[in-house]
């Protein structure tokens, strides 16, 4: 599985970002795929995370402001960021693992496969 995201960047306190991630590799019925952020001196923290059945699971920290979403047919996985906070800046990961059956996808499932990252800093 080979996980490369993109969009990151630098940006002000309320305005949004849309970060994209190609996964390639990847074929499984059963899935969950999502994003996971880490700042330096910080532990690992889920984002959220999508199933194949397009069910979502958010953390607190970015309810009603961030959106994830997939595209099946090009296997691409977007997180929609809205309201960017200072608290938001991290490096933000896209990750994914494959199921045999359909099991649950909560916002901080430890994934198998991981992406190196895009670094997303929001100022005040």
């Known amino acids: 599985v080979e996980l490369v995201e993109s969009g990151g960047g630098s940006v002000e306190t309320g305005k949004s970002l849309k970060l994209s991630c190609a996964i390639s590799?990847?074929?499984?019925?059963?899935?969950?795929i999502g994003w996971f952020r880490q700042a330096p001196g910080n532990l690992r923290e889920g984002v959220a995370t999508?199933?194949?059945?397009?069910?979502?699971s958010y953390a607190d920290s970015v309810k009603d402001r961030f959106t994830i979403s997939q595209d099946k047919a090009t296997m691409t996985l977007y997180l929609q960021m809205n309201g960017l906070k200072p608290e938001d800046s991290a490096n933000y990961h896209c990750a994914a693992e494959q199921f045999l059956a359909p099991l649950p996808c909560p916002h901080y499932y430890r994934f198998s496969y991981w992406g190196p990252g895009t670094e997303v800093t929001v100022s005040s």
């Open positions: 999508i199933d194949g059945n397009g069910e979502t």
């Open positions: 590799a990847f074929a499984a019925r059963h899935y969950c």
